[in-house]
């Protein structure tokens, strides 16, 4: 992280993901598009895509050091026929709705308290795995593996929370031969350990916090190397992240870090493929909190200069190719962040597109040069919180939701329609 002076922003190469209790969100900003409508977007606003040359619509284009060229055009594989998504709410609805866009059969599962959920309409076919727990639903590996094979599905999308950062789901997946939507198990597992993952990044000579990342956990060394960072510092949880509670985890390892006072929280999203190539679709800024979790995001991130946004990019892009994203594409915590509308918003890019497409084996769709940065966008979560227990995460029943009609530039992202009892179980984010 970099100190909050007015010209310097703390960048976060790993981000974090926060929870929500009801589930809905709110994204504004310009329309995502397909790849063909957004070749028609910028053939219409030449002006707002000076920046990014002529794409045939579908194509997909080799860079050589840099330089943008449309002489080679690889084979384009097929999308898969039908995929499985591994998840619930929002999410779930997400991924459903570019698979049918793209022609893509899909399958939910669900637990029995989430029969009547709309991903389970949405879906063309949907499977129960088990009751309300999580334990014995959605986190069931065999449950879902035997619906990918009792289904006829060949990948899976995890979506975000539950299996999405189980190294052990997408080793399962392999071996039965289905094609995990994701990075390797490799990356998660790198991914997954705080200290692991700062000592790659240090290794690729991307910028980490001064900290303490060993594996000696003698009280005594831990208070040396707070002293010699200097206080104040934070203690973190080495597996930790996401609101998850250490029995999610198992492990009771800590890092220490040095504090870094009034930072602001930037993540930038980054794709790799299994042919080497890997952009940038630019940042966010998560800095504004309650409790440690997002409410708004928004992108591009204020206040930073041309020159910051190309090393902060830059910087991502190593810190991906450091843990070897060669098999599929992800962000660098190895799914599919919620806030990723706002890139959508901003890019005109469907992400969720981009993970099929080069899980299917295909290259990136578009060269660094060409990634389009086009207005401006927020998205804010709505948080269910109960007054009567110090405003406390609660869940209840939504009793009315009143949005503006979803347009090219304002997105509804929920996981229930109006008047829908909210169940009382965990979220899966």
């Known amino acids: 992280m970099l100190p909050n002076t007015p010209r310097s922003v703390a960048a976060r190469a790993l981000p974090r993901i926060g929870k929500t209790a009801a589930g809905a969100r709110l994204a504004l900003g310009p329309q995502v598009l397909s790849r063909a409508a957004a070749q028609q977007h910028a053939d219409a606003h030449p002006q707002a895509h000076a920046r990014a040359p002529h794409i045939p619509a579908r194509g997909f284009v080799t860079t050589s050091e840099g330089t943008f060229s449309a002489l080679a055009v690889p084979v384009r594989r097929p999308h898969f026929d039908k995929i499985l998504i591994a998840n619930r709410g929002e999410i779930a609805c997400r991924v459903i709705r570019t698979a049918k866009k793209l022609g893509i059969k899909t399958v939910a599962v669900y637990s029995e308290v989430d029969a009547d959920a709309l991903h389970v309409q949405l879906a063309d076919e ?30 899976v999308h995890p979506g975000y929370g539950f299996l999405s950062e189980n190294p052990r789901f997408a080793e399962r997946l392999a071996q039965e031969g289905i094609v995990f939507i994701g990075p390797p198990a490799s990356a998660i597992v790198s991914m997954g350990s705080k200290s692991e993952s700062k000592n790659i990044m240090s290794a690729a000579n991307v910028p980490v916090v001064p900290g303490y990342h060993g594996t000696d956990q003698d009280p005594n060394l831990l208070f040396q190397e707070a002293t010699r960072i200097g206080f104040p510092v934070l203690i973190k949880a080495v597996h930790g992240g996401g609101g998850k509670a250490q029995k999610s ?115 990136l769709p578009l060269a660094q040069s060409a990634i389009p940065l086009v207005g401006h966008a927020f998205e804010a979560r709505i948080y269910a919180e109960n007054p009567r227990n110090n405003f406390l995460p609660d869940s209840g029943q939504l009793l009315y939701l009143s949005t503006p009609t979803p347009t090219h530039i304002f997105r509804l992202l929920s996981r229930q329609r109006p008047l829908h009892h909210l169940p009382r179980t965990s979220s899966p984010s």
């Open 126 to 155: 949907a499977y129960c795995i088990g009751p309300a727990a999580s334990a014995e639903s959605y986190l069931r590996m065999d449950k879902i593996i035997a619906v990918c094979h009792r289904s006829g599905a060949r990948a």
């Open 249 to 363: 985890f198992g492990n009771a390892d800590v890092l220490v870090e040095k504090y870094i006072v009034h930072p602001r929280h930037v993540e930038v999203q980054v794709f790799a493929d299994a042919q080497g190539g890997c952009v940038s679709l630019w940042e966010r800024d998560c800095s504004v909190q309650r409790r440690n979790q997002k409410i708004i995001e928004e992108a591009p991130a204020p206040g930073l200069s041309p020159e910051l946004r190309a090393d902060l990019s830059a910087k991502a892009i190593a810190a991906a190719k450091a843990v070897k994203y060669e098999f599929y594409f992800m962000e660098m915590n190895t799914r599919l962040q919620v806030e990723h509308p706002v890139t959508e918003m901003i890019t005109g890019l469907d992400l969720v597109e981009w993970q099929l497409e080069v899980a299917a084996g295909n290259p």
